[in-house]
Structure formats: C-alpha cells, structure tokens
C-alpha cells in the first residue's frame, strides 16, 4: 500500500470508529435517561409505600380506638343490665 492508500484505509476507519462512538454515546444517553427515569419512578413508590404505610397506621389506631370504645359501650351496658336486674 502506498501512502495515498494508507491515508484512505485509516480515514475510513476513522470514519467508521467516529460513527460507532456517536452511536455508543447516543445509546449511553438513552440507558442514563431511562435510569434517571427509573430512580424517579422508584423515588416516587417509595414515597407512595411511606404514605400507605402512615394510612396503615392510622387505620390501626383508628380500628383500636374502635376496639377500646365498643369494651367501655359492653362494660356500660352490663353495669346498666345489672343494675336494671337489681330494680326487678
């Protein structure tokens, strides 16, 4: 090969390379968005499972206050059945 030859053979190389690079890069460009997207998404279940967990919480206590009025309502009403009883 002369150097004519050569200096075509490595600029079509050089071509080829810089092409695949701007590919890569493209690509890379896209797998970083979708995993920037991803740890946005995951960011936002993870808020979301906080919120159902503090919802969660919250229904509990409620269920327990329930559970604790409904046995001070069974203690009241035995006391008024007794004392009703105690009348006849």
């Known amino acids: 090969m002369n150097?004519?030859?050569?200096?075509?053979?490595?600029?079509?190389?050089y071509d080829v390379i810089a092409k695949k690079i701007t590919h890569y890069d493209a690509a890379f460009r896209i797998l970083d968005n979708l995993v920037n997207s991803k740890i946005e998404h995951l960011d936002k279940l993870e808020q979301l499972e906080d919120k159902t967990q503090g919802t969660l919480k919250a229904i509990m206590n409620a269920v327990q206050i329930c559970l604790n009025t409904q046995l001070l309502l069974k203690d009241q009403l035995d006391k008024l059945e007794k004392k009703i009883n105690e009348m006849h």
């Open 3 to 13: 150097n004519e030859e050569k200096i075509k053979f490595l600029k079509e190389n």
